[in-house]
């Protein structure tokens, strides 16, 4: 049951199974006061008039308990035998659990009982560990009680000193608690403060583990992985910057360009994220870094999350591109299987020097001549996995480029990104305004269509945004369709035209709509997010989006950086229902507030939690059992900086002091090590 419900195999699993919260034995409860609203509480007094009923087949037993201040009932359905002979009339207990209304009388089913005396014993023992169980195990016999049993036993078993797994220097440096007494103590503290000390121990040691393990792959990879050397910045290259380049580039560009370049000609492989704002101009860094790819004689691909955007990124390297002779083409899963056919044996003869395309550039039998350079845009849709593969199609690594426009707060990135090097654009190309934020509810749809009516007249593009969470739910279809007819009724044909994409759409549908919006065939554009990310229409003024209290903060922030893409003044509309909870309020006062990515994302982080960031929960890296990214910034820091000052010193960790860390990387060398990619 162990294993099974809890993964505990081993008494090293069981000594790092802490408990989730501390119970105060001393903190006690009274029956005529006692906080409803608690989980689990302690009373203490007597028991008495035990008896049990019978209603049909099934027994249980009954007993009253009494505090002084009044009585509450308990009861127990199973093991009815061996209680009624344990417990005693008139010995004074703890009884322990969380009491629940029933037919008007205060009942505590299986409450956990120890007699109050074993508290005058283990005076120095107020605190009663509490630890995490399942239905499974619980109706089993396996609860919390059991475990702390087990965790005693193991307690007086565990030899005085276990081998430490800090080098001593980080343990003086930071103050730590030594390990043993670290992990008695999680289980068995004398006092709070000291519980708190042994958990910032355990937290520290967790993030430092994280951090090493990402880290010494960076190091490792810079010292030792060999990646192709592009030596020059060719004839492309410089045709592209001195002819035709569209706009002067933006000093942000310029230095990720340089960055990059850096990294290409370093003779290293290169893994780089690149975060930039929606609307910062990433893609002409793509551009143009790939061109120096080409200028040295690989391929580079191009990959993005949807068809709408790959084929988009498509249409703007060819315009972009045209008259310098590159070969480019687009690759997604609805070419026909001929058009597939042939690109792919182009692709292996070495005769296309750019494929942009979706997943299906990662297909195994996509095949490349010379791979030299992969870039990946919007990162966060991809699976880690799907990334490895990228590694695997070319014999020498390919320089790796990944770029998203969630910003990404600084903690998480330095969680997940530990072994990337990072460039961030940090400024928008001139002449933008920040796009204007309200908020507003079916009371003021009125006003609203009148305001698009307005600058649709003034020849700008509107887009209608509905959340679809799960593209298989009816309901939220039908949301669409119906908003979709709404606005047919609002704004008639022929005066008015309408678009209307989602996912469920054929791609040719899809993108013969997404096309007449672009040229400005259609006004106004219904859909759900597959908009999100990055579809470029410079015209489009105003951004609606509907029901955006279901919306995450960085979604919310994705779908409005759709806007404001040109010259003019842009708005975002949020529509929300009436009364919302607090914590979609607050989302949309941030939104109104602010048009900062990064205090937007982190805002997400506070208000979400790490896990629920878009896209983040499949990356499978947060695995963080103890710390919390919030609410332990300055850990995270100082363990990201020891590690760097750490390995920066002795990047093989030969140093005695570095024993148990060198043993920790030689342990999970034979796991798959995604973080070579990601
Ligand atoms: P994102 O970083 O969101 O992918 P894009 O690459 O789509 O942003 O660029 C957003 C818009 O800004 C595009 O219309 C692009 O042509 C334009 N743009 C990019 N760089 C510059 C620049 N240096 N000056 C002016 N406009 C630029
Ligand atoms: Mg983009």
Redesign the pocket.
Known sequence: MLAKELDIHTYGDLLHYFPYRMLDRSRVSTVDSFDPEENYLVFRGRISDMHTVTTGRSSRLEATFFDGTGGMQLVWFQGIKWIKESLKAGVVYLVMGKPTLYNGVYQIAHPDIEAASMDDEHRNHSYMPVYSTTEKSKARGLTSKVIARYTQTLMQQLPPRLPETLPQSVIAKFHLMERTQALRTMHYPDTMEQWQQALMREKFEELFYHQLDYQYLRTARRLHSVGRTFGVVGERFNDFYHNHL?????GA?KRVIKEIREDMRSGRQMNRLLQ???????????LMTILIALDNGCQACLMAPTEILATQHYA?FQRMLDGIGIRTELLVGSLNPGKKKSIKSRLANGDIDILIGTHALIEDNVQFARLGYVVI?EQHRFGVEQRAKLWSKSDIPPHILV?T?TPIPRTLAMTLYADLECSV?DEL???RQPIRTSHGTDAQRAVLFNFMRQEIARGRQVYVVYPLINESEKMDLKDLMDGYESLSRSFPQPQYQLSIVHGKMPAEAKAYEMDRFKRGETHIMVSTTVIEV?V?V?NATVMVIENAERFGLSQLHQLR?RVG??GGQSYCILMTKDNLSSNSRQRIETMCATTDGFAIAEADLRLRGPGDLSGLQQSGMLDLRLADLVDDEPLVRAARDEVHDILEADPDLQQPDHFPLRKHIANTKNQPQWGKIS
Not at 276 to 286: E, M, N, P, Q, Y
Request: aromatic share 4%; glycine share 22%; hydrophobic share 30%.
């Open positions: 569209p706009f002067p580039l933006t560009q930039g704002d929606v609307g910062s101009g990433k893609t002409l860094v793509a703007n845009d770029m426009a654009i190309p001139p002449g990055g470029d410079p950086g893409r040109g």
